[in-house]
């Protein structure tokens, strides 16, 4: 299983496809995407020798397949026709509650290097869900679809699940892995975020890369480039993304304009779609701004969160 380890080598520059407003399709932001996939997938092949020198460097008590994220879940006997056909099964085992039985489906469709089998066994060892609870093993999942995706374009029936599977990788960089090879890299964030965000316009993406900008963390701080990845995110419905603009606009937050009534619109649009605990920061945000707004700000606000046009998605 080829896995990403090691720190990618951030070119000095901005990548080009940071500009929201560049046009997606030019020849030059494809060769651009086609050479910043094949560092990426370099940099993974040569971490991955790196990684084996340090175990065999070190004696360890435990066995070693202990140790290997890349350890099988054991794979039925049950033969499939196909790769597709392990996928259907995987996934009509696990509607029916039978994880186990989808996970060994969905292993041998990874096996054949199936990338939605991949995402969704990713997607099952972060969550926890019907396997061990297991980030490492969720990150070399992930990572094999970013190696394998060099001819993967926006428009490609698979985009969804690399620009995903690109999303989660930045966010194991951004804190790491603990007790894992996988280290802290915020500047590695940045890029994993910034090819989701930029070429597959991938919303949490968006979101996340906003975060960055707002928190000067891997990149410098700048607030309104903070604004303008998170107005992509909340005109896809992303709600801590339009809680986030609204909150930066009403306020005029490090340099942004003032825009009160259209920040108050976006804190009204995120705190309709607010669920849950999870989202109790939303409504305090809103309600501490709404309290703070005028009633002409307040009216002003209502009538373009009529007229937004702007629907809501789940995260």
């Not at 937050?253 to 649009?269: E, F, H, I, K, N």
């Amino acid at each position: 299983m080829r896995t990403s380890r090691t720190d990618l080598c951030r070119p000095r520059t901005r990548p080009a496809g940071a500009d929201p407003d560049r046009p997606a399709g030019s020849r030059a932001r494809a060769r651009a995407r086609e050479a910043g996939v094949r560092r990426v997938s370099l940099g993974l092949r040569a971490a991955l020798l790196a990684g084996l020198l340090l175990v065999a460097a070190f004696p360890v008590t435990a066995p070693v397949e202990a140790l290997d994220a890349a350890a099988r879940t054991s794979v039925s006997e049950k033969s499939y026709r196909s790769a597709k056909d392990a996928l259907r099964t995987g996934m009509r085992e696990y509607n029916a509650g039978d994880k186990e039985g989808a996970a060994r489906a969905l292993e041998y469709a990874a096996d054949q290097g199936h990338a939605l089998a991949l995402w969704k066994l990713g997607r099952m060892y972060a969550d926890g869900d019907g396997v061990p609870h297991d980030d490492l093993r969720a990150f070399e999942y992930f990572s094999r679809i970013a190696d394998d995706s060099s001819d993967d374009g926006p428009d490609a029936p698979n985009s969804g699940v690399v620009a995903s599977a690109f999303t989660a990788l930045g966010a194991y960089f951004l804190d790491g892995i603990k007790g894992t090879y996988v280290r802290a890299n915020p500047e590695r964030a940045y890029d994993m975020f910034n090819y989701a965000a930029s070429y597959f316009g991938d919303p949490n993406a968006q979101y996340n890369l906003a975060r960055l900008y707002l928190d000067g963390t891997g990149v410098e701080a700048d607030a309104r480039q903070a604004a303008r990845w998170f107005n992509l995110a909340a005109e896809k419905g992303h709600r801590p993304a339009q809680a986030l603009l609204g909150d930066l606009l009403v306020n005029g937050l490090g340099g942004v304009p003032v825009q009160r009534t259209r920040g108050l619109m976006w804190l009204s649009l995120a705190r309709q779609g607010a669920e849950g605990r999870k989202d109790d920061w939303i409504v305090a945000l809103y309600e501490k701004n709404w309290a703070a707004a005028n009633e002409s700000d307040r009216a002003l606000a209502q009538s373009e969160v009529q007229t937004s046009g702007i629907g809501r998605r789940r995260r």
